[in-house]
T-cell receptor, first 109, second 114 residues
Framework: DAKTTQPTSMDCAEGRAANLPCNHS???????VYWYRQIHSQGPQYIIHGLKNNETNEMASLIITEDRKSSTLILPHATLRDTAVYYC??????????FGPGTRLSVLP | DTEVTQTPKHLVMGMTNKKSLKCEQH?????MYWYKQKAKKPPELMFVYSYEKLSINESVPSRFSPECPNSSLLNLHLHALQPEDSALYLC?????????????FGSGTRLTVV
């Protein structure tokens, strides 16, 4: 069973920041939070991951709450090409990816 | 090479046919996976190979038969499929470490069973 809950869908205006929340209230100390996205009919693509600290890379930022029970993926300037399903996944070494339903993000012109 | 390559991209097969899906990676990853994805649903894990040995079979029907000939190749042999097996079949690979469990996915094979 997936260990995360995410909104089913979200809209975002092009050029604005997209903030995608994820709840993982049962996360354990050695589990990381991973974000992947899947653009229509393609394979899932890695975005970012983190354990406790906030993380940033060229694609996005990841904000993890202090109690680690939730996180937010931020796409700072969303473009039409960011329209995709975004998956938040929690797992640790030795576990396999189990996808939840994800959030369908639509970036609107 | 940082890709997982899947062939063919599209496949149409009859219910009595035998076909195979192929997956290849040259990143030195020692774990490889098959996922099945129905329309508007998340990918579902089917099989896991670790160091060329089958480690997980998620109760997949025997009409799906995986094979890992070497550390770079993963096949999925298909026989006597049903129309409900039509889906996107995704392959992935990973080289796990304790702080970085990154999966690389292929673009998938879209299978239609007629």
């Amino acid at each position: 069973d997936a260990k995360t809950t995410q909104p089913t869908s979200m809209d975002c205006a092009e050029g604005r920041a997209a903030n995608l929340p994820c709840n993982h209230s049962t996360i354990s100390g050695n589990e990381y939070v991973y974000w992947y996205r899947q653009i229509h009919s393609q394979g899932p693509q890695y975005i970012i991951h983190g354990l406790k600290n906030n993380e940033t890379n060229e694609m996005a930022s990841l904000i993890i709450t202090e109690d680690r029970k939730s996180s937010t993926l931020i796409l700072p300037h969303a473009t039409l090409r960011d329209t995709a399903v975004y998956y938040c996944i929690v797992l640790s070494y030795g576990q396999n990816f189990v996808f939840g339903p994800g959030t369908r993000l639509s970036v609107l012109p | 090479d940082t890709e997982v390559t899947q062939t063919p991209k599209h496949l149409v097969m009859g219910m009595t046919n035998k076909k195979s899906l192929k997956c290849e990676q040259h990143m030195g990853h020692r774990a490889m996976y098959w996922y099945k994805q129905k329309a508007k649903k998340p990918p579902e894990l089917m099989f896991v190979y670790s160091y060329e040995k089958l480690s997980i079979n998620e109760s997949v029907p025997s009409r799906f038969s995986p094979e890992c000939p070497n550390s770079s190749l993963l096949n999925l042999h298909l026989h006597a499929l049903q129309p409900e097996d039509s889906a996107l079949y995704l392959c992935a690979s990973s080289q796990p470490s304790r702080d970085r469990l990154l999966y690389t996915f292929g673009s998938g094979t879209r299978l239609t069973v007629v």
